[in-house]
């Protein structure tokens, strides 16, 4: 019911840091026309600010146009995303120009990265 709003400009900075390693496929964003019109994204870094965002080379980068940011899913290069434990995704401005930039909802899919627990290995 809520939404995602920048405070003092139209940047937004936003860290997800997962319970365990996932391999994301996709992404779904919504918003209003005041909705981002790039996302930038980067992957596991733990600590990143707004001049890291601008001034870094992102993993990969998704223009986002009317019809993708009303639901429907961005696909990522899965190949790139197996590992992620973190995830940062940067707007940099919004599709009207306005000082606030707005999602309504952000969306992961893919899955939980399969990892061995050592307490159910058995020797053979």
Do not use: W
């Not at 995602?4 to 400009?9: G, M, P, T, W």
């Not at 870094?45 to 001034?55: H, L, P």
């Not at 993708?68 to 590992?83: D, E, H, I, T």
């Not at 940062?88 to 990892?115: C, I, K, M, W, Y």
């Amino acid at each position: 019911g809520g939404e995602l709003r920048s405070d003092c400009d139209e940047q937004l900075l936003i860290t997800i840091a997962f319970p365990s390693a996932v391999k994301l496929h996709s992404i779904v964003l919504e918003g209003p026309g005041s909705a981002p019109d790039e996302i930038r994204l980067f992957l596991n870094r733990t600590a990143m600010g707004f001049d890291d965002a601008e001034a870094e080379e992102p993993l990969q980068a998704l223009p986002l146009d009317e019809a993708r940011r009303s639901g429907a899913p961005l696909l990522l290069q899965y190949v790139k995303f197996q590992n992620v434990s973190t995830l940062t995704l940067f707007a940099p401005s919004n599709q009207e120009e306005s000082e606030v930039t707005t999602l309504h909802r952000l969306r992961f899919f893919g899955s939980v990265h399969d990892t061995t627990n050592m307490k159910e290995f058995k020797r053979v």
